[in-house]
């Protein structure tokens, strides 16, 4: 009896983990998402679609951010009234406000 608790048990565990690691295996280091989700995304380059990509960024957004570059600083988003700060929080530590090229 007990070793079929066991082996209940297990497999439990194998369906409950397999979605988590065939996730992971999805998105491999090569892969476009997987270098999105690894470096920061510059405010003051990103198409639309990229920005959007951020929760609490739709079209709205995406095109006030777009449309108030440049940044030399990605808090101004706040300051500047382009964000609120609840949905700057959301993105900011995956952000960043290059200094525009003279």
Do not use: C, E, W
């Amino acid at each position: 009896m007990l070793n079929l608790r066991h082996k209940l048990l297990a497999t439990a565990l194998l369906f409950a983990v397999a979605p988590v690691f065939s996730a992971a295996q999805g998105s491999k280091a090569g892969t476009p998402a997987a270098a999105a989700a690894l470096a920061p995304l510059d405010i003051n380059t990103a198409t639309p679609d990229q920005l959007k990509a951020f929760p609490g960024i739709g079209d709205a957004y995406s095109k006030r951010i777009i449309d108030g570059r440049p940044y030399t600083a990605k808090n101004q988003l706040v300051t500047r009234g382009i964000l609120p700060q609840a949905t700057y929080n959301k993105i900011k530590d995956q952000i960043i406000a290059s200094h525009p090229k003279k």
